[in-house]
């Protein structure tokens, strides 16, 4: 490994990890500076999930997760595949919560799968797809199982 590969995966590091202080800040500038201007980002593998460019995304998200009193993403195990000025990163979450009227904490996990270009900026998602594998005290999920 080189000194640029090094900084490459700390950098995508540092972006995954802005990503997380974005949403649980409910800081939704912040969470758009992790994306490229025309990404296209998609939550639908969770429960009444959405997909849409990042503006619009950005939107859904500030309307329907900031009714959360909770949640505190952490993302690990992050598998980057840098080719030049591209990269494929998929990454896995856990993500306790708070859901409104629901008793006790809800819990998910999966992976996060990003396309990533390398910009002016520095490293920006042009695509995120969530690949929600788990949820745990899912108020969605039927009353005999949690998905």
């Known amino acids: 490994m080189n000194i640029q590969q090094i900084r490459d995966e700390l950098e995508i590091a540092a972006l995954l990890r802005t990503y997380a202080r ?3 800040s409910r800081d939704w ?3 758009r500076s992790v ?3 025309n990404a296209v980002v998609d939550y639908t593998s969770a429960p ?7 503006d619009e995304v950005a939107d859904w998200l500030a309307e329907n997760f900031g009714v ?3 949640s ?3 993302i690990t195990n992050i598998d980057a595949e840098i080719d030049g000025d591209s990269a494929k990163v998929c990454a ?7 859901l409104p009227g629901v008793k006790g904490l809800s819990f998910c996990g999966g992976y996060y799968h990003h396309d990533l270009v390398r910009t002016e900026s520095g490293w920006r998602s042009s695509r995120m797809v969530e690949e929600n594998v788990w949820f745990f ?3 969605f999920a039927p009353a005999e199982a949690d998905s």
């Open 48 to 54: 009444h999930g959405f997909a849409g460019g990042r």
């Open 35 to 37: 994306f490229t201007e």
């Open 68 to 70: 959360l009193p909770m």
């Open 29 to 31: 500038a912040l969470w």
């Open 137 to 139: 005290n899912n108020p």
């Open 22 to 24: 974005g949403v649980d």
């Open 72 to 74: 505190q993403h952490y």
């Open 92 to 98: 896995m979450f856990y993500n306790p919560m708070q």
